[in-house]
């Protein structure tokens, strides 16, 4: 009879374990990019014009969402979580406030109107390599790792 119990117990709790994994498949419609402890996913995407991105913290790690306003093609608005006008603004308030920050769980969107490579990163994680880039062309291909 213990057996049995313990068999009971253990297929319960697999099952439990596994729904998590099952559910999954349709996240990709609810984000386009992820970001890990210490990456976005994928690091790379192509869209094309008029595009609206969504990226979605999805670890446990506080995050921002911050365009290299150097690397932004001719024409392009500076776009940053916490919507602030420039970098300087956005590093500024990182640093002072935690500005920006997106928690677990938390999005944040731009739509992209101006063809071109839209380099951006984390501000707490830049130095450790967490940036990505965001590709406007008219013939977007698959997003790369």
């Known amino acids: 009879m213990e057996r049995r119990a313990f068999l009971r ?5 697999t099952v439990a374990g596994l729904a ?3 559910g999954t498949s349709g996240t ?3 984000y386009d990019i992820g970001m890990s402890a210490r990456a976005f996913r994928p ?3 192509e869209v094309a014009p008029g595009t609206e991105v969504v990226w979605r913290n999805t670890s446990k790690q506080g995050h921002s969402v911050t365009a290299y306003e150097d690397g932004l093609p001719d024409g392009a ?3 940053a979580s916490g919507d602030f006008d420039d970098e300087a603004a956005a590093r500024d308030a990182w640093g002072s406030s935690g ?3 997106l928690f677990e769980g938390q999005r944040y969107s731009h739509t ?3 063809r071109g490579q839209y380099p951006y990163f984390c501000i707490p994680h830049e ?3 967490m940036v990505g880039t965001v590709v406007v062309t008219d013939d977007p291909g698959t997003a790369t790792e």
């Open 112 to 114: 992209f109107e101006v």
């Open 99 to 101: 500005g920006g920050t």
């Open 127 to 129: 130095r450790g390599g």
């Open 77 to 79: 608005d500076y776009w």
């Open 43 to 45: 690091q790379t995407i």
């Open 28 to 30: 990709s419609a609810e």
């Open 9 to 13: 117990a253990a297929g319960a709790a």
């Open 20 to 22: 998590g994994c099952i």
